[in-house]
T-cell receptor
Framework: QKEVEQDPGPLSVPEGAIVSLNCTYS??????FMWYRQYSRKGPELLMY????GNKEDGRFTAQVDKSSKYISLFIRDSQPSDSATYLC??????????????FGKGTLLTVNP | SQTIHQWPATLVQPVGSPLSLECTVE??????LYWYRQAAGRGLQLLFY??????ISSEVPQNLSASRPQDRQFILSSKKLLLSDSGFYLC???????????FGPGTRLTVL
């Protein structure tokens, strides 16, 4: 079983739709969870960072963590064509450690159609 | 503010040729530095990371090597490129107190 599973998509939605992107993980030591957005031929950019279970909202984006189910989600409200990108989840179990390695999902390709 | 640079942006090299990719970070000191390769359908593969000058950890045995000659400079090298070395190479950094990684713009390498 892979440490992090993420549906690669592709996911295609109409403009204005609510988008739900998800990752599951197997390592119960993971405590820190991130979502990155990667536009085509660009480096990933940090979108959301959350610690432990719960929700975090930033504008149209909400990150949700359910540690009991080992499941994280990213919701995008009122999706826009500019949201079209690959979304990568990432997680780690150590903060304050010496190397800060992240475990990434493979990414979900999202297209928002005008 | 902190900025990360990578060059070149794109590179086309013949099989068997050497490689040198450079990454530099501005606006911070003593960052942790990382090299990743991203191939289609395979996600991000961590190649090397460094917690300080001259300190390199290799994640995957392969045809590549890394060096950190200065605090904010990270170099990815190869003596002889293989076709399988083609991909999108990303450099990333973290401050010393957090695990959030910040990525550079990447180098797209094509080996022919």
């Amino acid at each position: 079983q892979k440490e992090v599973e993420q549906d690669p998509g592709p996911l295609s939605v109409p403009e204005g739709a609510i988008v739900s992107l998800n990752c599951t993980y197997s390592n119960s030591a993971f405590q820190y969870f991130m979502w990155y957005r990667q536009y085509s031929r660009k480096g990933p950019e940090l979108l959301m960072y959350t610690y432990s279970s719960g929700n975090k909202e930033d504008g149209r984006f909400t990150a949700q963590v359910d540690k009991s189910s080992k499941y994280i989600s990213l919701f995008i409200r009122d999706s826009q064509p500019s949201d079209s990108a690959t979304y990568l989840c990432a997680m780690s179990g150590v903060s304050g450690g010496s190397n800060y390695k992240l475990t990434f999902g493979k990414g979900t390709l999202l297209t928002v159609n005008p | 503010s902190q900025t990360i640079h990578q060059w070149p942006a794109t590179l086309v090299q013949p099989v068997g040729s050497p490689l040198s990719l450079e990454c530099t970070v501005e606006g911070t000191s003593n960052p942790n530095l990382y090299w990743y390769r991203q191939a289609a359908g395979r996600g991000l593969q961590l190649l090397f990371y460094s917690v300080g000058i001259g300190q390199i950890s290799s994640e995957v045995p392969q045809n590549l090597s890394a060096s950190r000659p200065q605090d904010r400079q990270f170099i990815l090298s190869s003596k002889k490129l293989l076709l399988s070395d083609s991909g999108f190479y990303l450099c990333a950094w973290t401050p010393g107190s957090t695990d959030t990684q910040y990525f550079g713009p990447g180098t797209r390498l094509t080996v022919l």
